[in-house]
């Protein structure tokens, strides 16, 4: 199954090292976290990354910052494992609170888990989906609601923005005096339908993580919220971050142009939640890949046993020839 076309983006890409505007990125696996300068000597860090990789982290932020300058907060953009993994540790390791939208609460706070995620998208991150959980996670009284009204806790300059489709309470962040965006998972930078993209991280826009995305509407009604923003620069929970002056339109276009998968779970009906979590969901859609792997296996099989006989035969006809 196809998902959005993905569309080129013909601004300038960020490097990682690049810290004129105070935004770190930390690439870890095939995710971003973020951490945000906001002060001469105050930060932030958007979202925690994947399992066990703390320590990647506190190395960042002791080169960054300085081994005894925790951040003002941890925000949470989403609450989905590779995005919230190390967020307990790091919260005790630092003694700061971490705040997520109230509508996601319910999946950090053990209350619930996320709705299954739908493989059947396809693409390169479908068949890696099969592996991941979609289970939730207890901060207890370390994850604290959002301020109401866009406010970022330790971080005046920047705002909060209601982005829900991928989760029920997905956020991004927006700063207006240089219009720099982190979309988080709200939309991505790199295709991850291609096996091919994943590895060079060619940059263009393209959908939210679509096994994981489960209110398509809702998701392409945040991709327009943001594009009407007009940012200079994008950073997404997935690919490389890019900015200048075509970014805008480059977005508004893939707005337009917004198209979910055709044929998955989520893709005509979304799940149902609320400040309780999870209702309900679509019943789901047959999957083949087990079945298509099983008779790729046996084709292979197949073909390996009647190679092998070919063989065979020809050397008893060679055998049969030797005087």
Same mark, same amino acid.
């Given at each position: 199954m196809r998902t959005t076309p993905d569309y080129p983006v013909t601004s300038e890409r960020v490097d990682s090292k690049q810290t004129r505007d105070g935004v770190h990125r930390l690439y870890i696996g095939f995710v971003n976290v973020y951490l945000v300068r906001t002060g001469r000597r105050r930060w932030i860090l958007v979202d925690t990354g994947l399992p066990h990789t703390s320590e990647l982290i506190l190395r960042r932020a002791a080169h960054l910052f300085g081994a005894d300058r925790p951040p003002e907060a941890i925000i949470l953009t989403h609450g989905h494992f590779d995005h919230s993994s190390n967020a307990l540790a790091l919260a005790r390791e630092?003694?700061?609170?971490v705040f997520a939208h109230r509508l996601e609460l319910p999946?950090?706070?053990g209350q619930s888990d996320y709705p299954p995620q739908d493989p059947t998208v396809g693409g390169a991150l479908g068949v890696m989906s099969?592996?991941? *959980?979609?289970?939730?996670?207890?901060?207890?009284q370390h994850v604290i609601e959002l301020p109401e009204h866009g406010v970022v806790p330790g971080?005046?300059?920047?705002?909060?923005?209601?982005? *829900?489709?991928?989760?029920?309470?997905?956020?991004?962040?927006?700063?207006?005096?240089?219009?720099?965006?982190?979309?988080?998972?709200?939309?991505?930078?790199?295709?991850?339908?291609?096996?091919?993209?994943?590895?060079?991280?060619?940059?263009?826009?393209?959908?939210? *993580?679509?096994?994981?995305t489960t209110d398509w509407d809702a998701a392409r009604d945040s991709v327009g919220r943001l594009a009407d923003l007009e940012p200079y620069t994008v950073a997404a929970g997935h690919g490389r971050p890019v900015r200048g002056r075509n970014v805008a339109l480059d977005l508004e276009n893939f707005a337009e142009h917004f198209t979910p998968p055709e044929g998955g779970r989520y893709s005509d009906e979304p799940a149902v939640t609320d400040e309780r979590g999870l209702i309900s969901v679509p019943p789901p859609v047959r999957d083949t890949f087990t079945r298509n792997l099983v008779l790729g296996g046996m084709l292979v099989g197949a073909v390996a046993l009647g190679a092998n006989i070919a063989l065979r035969r020809s050397s008893a006809r060679d055998d049969s020839r030797d005087p």
């Open positions: 630092w003694r700061v609170p999946y950090l706070t099969r592996a991941f *959980p979609h289970s939730g996670i207890d901060l207890g971080a005046r300059e920047w705002r909060w923005i209601f982005t *829900p489709g991928h989760t029920a309470g997905h956020i991004s962040l927006f700063r207006e005096r240089d219009r720099y965006l982190i979309a988080a998972d709200a939309l991505a930078t790199v295709n991850q339908d291609s096996p091919l993209s994943m590895f060079n991280l060619r940059t263009v826009f393209s959908v939210p *993580p679509a096994p994981f």
